[in-house]
């Protein structure tokens, strides 16, 4: 199952999990574009079954945990609680809202938990079962403007460390991504750009270019599968080399790189 399956880095995960043999269940809100990640998959060979609507209705998750379970014949291996968004009331915190903080924590927090608490039944009486959480780099180094994105963010990855820990006795391994730099609906390359040299990017990201959906996907391939069969209650940041690169910054059109940004 990945939330928020039809495009992006969600996008990736369902095609790179189908690539690999995986029975793809695809929540999405968007019906357009989880039909068009469902036909890519098909395209290459694979098999994508989509349950559209919003992960944070309860009455989605029940269908997605029903659509799953029919699917798999009463079986299911891989949960990729994907969905997430920084536009939930991003700005000065001191002009944040009370209702805005819940909303933030309704995209982010708040479907984790119940879909977890919908498919864990499962996967402890199989004995066995990976889930995978999508936090963000922001969650660990901080961003601010983003403090309450931030914040439930964090506890994603809180709530990744501490289930591992619960229910590594049944078999079932708890693991998350913190992405950066994806280019993607949310987060296009090009909105980053506005228009202005490229050669920025690699003053941004060591690796200097934008990440791509599959790139992520892979990361949570290694992470479904038995690649990783003793990780668990880890996060791995997908981010280009941000995180490493924290408070130092490449030259923009020179060599080499700087902690002094206003003296590049
Ligand atoms: N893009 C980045 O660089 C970046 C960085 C850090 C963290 N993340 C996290 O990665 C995740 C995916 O980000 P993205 O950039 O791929 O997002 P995106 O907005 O490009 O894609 C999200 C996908 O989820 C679907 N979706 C959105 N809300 C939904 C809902 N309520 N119910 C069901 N489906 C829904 C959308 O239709 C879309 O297919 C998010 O949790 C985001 O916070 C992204």
Request: proline fraction near 4%; include cysteine.
């Amino acid at each position: 199952m990945v939330t928020g399956g039809a495009a992006g880095i969600g996008g990736g995960v369902s095609r790179v999990l189908a690539r690999e043999g995986a029975v793809v269940i695809l929540n999405d809100i968007d019906p357009e574009l989880a039909a068009a990640n469902v036909a890519a998959i098909a395209a290459e060979g694979g098999r994508a079954v989509s349950v559209i609507g919003d992960i944070r209705e309860r009455e989605v998750v029940q269908r997605l945990h029903d659509t799953a379970l029919e699917v798999g014949g009463g079986r299911v291996d891989v949960l990729v609680n994907n969905v997430g968004d920084f536009r939930y009331g991003n700005g000065l915190f001191l002009r944040s809202t009370e209702e805005g903080w819940l909303d933030q924590y309704r995209v982010t927090l708040e479907h984790v938990l119940r879909c977890t608490q919908a498919f864990l039944p499962v996967m402890q009486a199989q004995g066995s079962g990976a889930i995978i959480n999508n936090s963000t780099v922001e969650a660990i180094r901080g961003i601010p403007y983003n403090s309450v994105y931030s914040a439930m963010n964090a506890g994603v990855i809180a709530f990744t460390k501490s289930l591992a820990i619960e229910v590594g006795q049944y078999g079932v391994r708890v693991n998350c991504i913190a992405p950066d730099m994806a280019d993607t609906l949310q987060t296009p390359a090009e909105a980053m750009l506005r228009g202005r040299d490229p050669e920025l990017i690699r003053s941004w990201i060591p690796l200097g270019r934008f990440g791509e959906p599959d790139e992520y996907g892979r990361v949570v391939l290694f992470l479904a599968s038995d690649l990783s069969s003793y990780v668990t209650g880890h996060v791995i940041p997908v981010d280009g080399g941000t995180m490493a690169a924290s408070g130092w910054y490449g030259r923009y059109k020179k060599k080499g790189f700087t902690n002094l940004p206003d003296n590049p």
